[in-house]
C-alpha cells in the first residue's frame, strides 16, 4: 500500500525533478533558476508541514489505493485574475508525478463572471486531496495579490505610473508572491536585498549622510541602481547631488511630492511610497511620477475562493 510520508515526497522530489517543466518558463524573476527553485522548495515545506511524519492519514485510510478521480479546481469569485496554476501544477505533480494538470485558462486572466473552472486534475484519488489544501492556499492567495494588484494598475496606467510591490512578503512565499503582482500587471522593486541598492534611513544614519552612502555604495557596487529614500525636500536635494538613479519620496503629502518634482526636473526617476491605498490613490497620481510602491498589495492579502471537487472513477 502507498502511503504518502515526509520521505515519499523527498524520494519523489529525487526521482522526477521539475527542471524541464512548463512551470519553470512561467516563474521568471531575473535569476528564473533561482526564483524555480525557491518554489520548489517552498513547497516542498509546504507538503512537509501538512504532512508531519504519518503523511495523510485520512486519505490513507478512507481511500482505496488504486482509486482514480477527476478534480476540477473551481474559482468561486467574481472580478477576480486567477493566478497560480503553474505553481498549483508543481504541487500536484511534487505530490505524484502522474497526476495529469490541465488548465482551462491563461495565468492572469481576468474572471468578471463566477463560478469558473480553471483547471482539472486527474490521477490517483489520494494524490490529489493530499495536494489540494497546499495547492488552493498558494493559488488563492496568488489570485488575490493579482486581483489586488490589477485595480491599482487599472487607475496608474493612464497616467504612466508604474505600481510596484515590496519586500513585505510573506516569508518563503516571495517568488510567488511576486509572481502574482506581476501577473496582475504591476511592477516587481526588488526580488531581495541583492538585486539592488535601497538606502534608506537607517543606512544614512550609519553612513553618516546620503552623499557618504551613495558615494560607498557606488564604490563597492558598480553598475547596480541606486535608490535613496528621502523624506524632505532637502534630503531630495542631497539625494540628488549624489546623482542616484531613483528617489523615494516616503510619506510626503501630494502637494511635497508636486514641490519635489520641481526640483529634481527629470534628473533621477520618482518613486512614491508610504501607506498608499487604492482609495487614496488618485491623490498620487501626479505628473512626473515614475512609480507608486504599495506595500498592502502583499502584506494584506484578501484570498480569491477557489474551491476542488472530485468526481470518482471506477
Do not use: W
Not at 35 to 41: D, G, N, P, R
Not at 189 to 212: E, T
Amino acid at each position: 500500500m502507498t502511503v504518502f510520508t515526509a520521505n515519499e515526497y523527498r524520494k519523489q522530489l529525487e526521482r522526477h525533478p521539475l527542471a524541464g517543466s512548463t512551470t519553470s518558463t512561467v516563474i521568471s524573476a531575473p535569476d528564473s533558476i533561482h526564483s524555480t527553485e525557491l518554489a520548489q522548495k517552498a513547497i516542498e515545506f509546504a507538503l512537509l508541514e501538512d504532512l508531519g511524519q504519518e503523511g495523510d492519514v485520512t486519505s490513507n485510510s478512507t481511500i482505496p489505493e488504486t482509486k482514480q478521480a477527476t478534480a476540477s479546481l473551481i474559482a468561486k469569485d467574481q472580478n477576480s485574475v486567477i493566478c497560480g496554476l503553474a505553481v498549483a501544477e508543481m504541487v500536484f505533480k511534487m505530490v505524484d508525478p502522474r497526476l495529469e494538470f490541465n488548465a482551462l485558462v491563461e495565468e492572469g486572466i481576468y474572471l468578471e463572471k463566477a463560478p469558473v473552472t480553471v483547471a482539472t486534475i486527474e490521477g490517483n484519488a489520494r494524490s490529489i486531496l493530499t495536494a489540494e489544501r497546499t495547492a488552493l492556499n498558494l493559488m488563492q492567495r496568488m489570485s488575490g495579490i493579482a486581483t489586488s494588484t490589477r485595480l491599482y494598475v487599472q487607475k496608474a496606467k493612464p497616467y504612466g505610473i508604474e505600481i510596484l510591490d515590496t519586500r513585505k512578503t510573506a516569508p518563503g512565499l516571495r517568488v510567488f508572491d511576486k509572481l502574482a503582482v506581476r501577473l496582475g500587471g504591476g511592477t516587481n522593486h526588488r526580488i531581495g536585498l541583492y538585486d539592488q541598492i535601497l538606502i534608506k534611513d537607517n543606512h544614512i544614519a550609519c553612513a553618516g549622510s546620503i552623499k557618504k552612502a551613495v558615494a560607498a555604495a557606488r564604490c563597492l557596487y558598480r553598475g547596480k541602481r541606486i535608490e535613496v529614500e528621502t523624506t524632505s525636500l532637502s534630503e531630495v536635494q542631497e539625494a540628488l547631488d549624489s546623482s542616484c538613479d531613483i528617489i523615494m519620496l516616503d510619506n510626503m503629502t501630494p502637494a511635497e511630492i508636486a514641490s519635489c518634482i520641481d526640483l529634481v526636473r527629470k534628473e533621477a526617476q520618482i518613486e512614491v511610497s508610504g501607506g498608499i491605498t487604492l482609495e487614496t490613490l488618485d491623490s498620487y497620481l501626479i505628473a512626473g511620477v515614475d512609480f507608486i510602491s504599495v506595500g498592502s498589495l502583499t502584506h494584506s492579502v484578501k484570498s480569491i475562493d477557489i474551491s476542488l471537487e472530485v468526481e470518482i472513477g471506477i
